[in-house]
């Protein structure tokens, strides 16, 4: 499955950046396949690993202020690994031939 999520605190003023490293490193140190763009981060895996790494993703967040925001989109499809890649090169490949 791939999970994206975006996690920030609330009430931690105007800048985030050391919260989302917080997540970022949680992410990193999974060992799963992940990326992080401006708007979220994505990692790859079964269920229960994926949703343990958001959870302790969320918790280093919420360190930082006393409400966390998470925004979570799920595509779970059983028996299909390495879409964190596939789907941009499908993509891609599209836009390449036509």
């Given at each position: ?14 800048s985030v950046t ?7 490193r ?9 990326r992080t ?20 993703a969320?918790?280093a ?26 789907k941009?090169?499908r993509v891609?490949?599209a836009?390449?031939?036509?």
């Amino acid at each position: 499955m791939l999970v994206a999520f975006s996690v920030a605190p609330l009430g931690a003023g105007e800048s985030v950046t050391a919260a989302v490293a917080d997540a970022v490193r949680i992410v990193r140190e999974s060992g799963l396949p992940n990326r992080t763009d401006a708007m979220f981060t994505t990692i790859e895996g079964e269920w229960d690993e994926v949703m343990d790494v958001v959870k302790r993703a969320t918790e280093a967040v919420g360190r930082h202020g006393n409400r966390v925001s998470l925004v979570l989109k799920a595509d779970i499809r059983p028996g299909h690994d390495g879409e964190l890649t596939g789907k941009v090169e499908r993509v891609e490949s599209a836009l390449t031939n036509g």
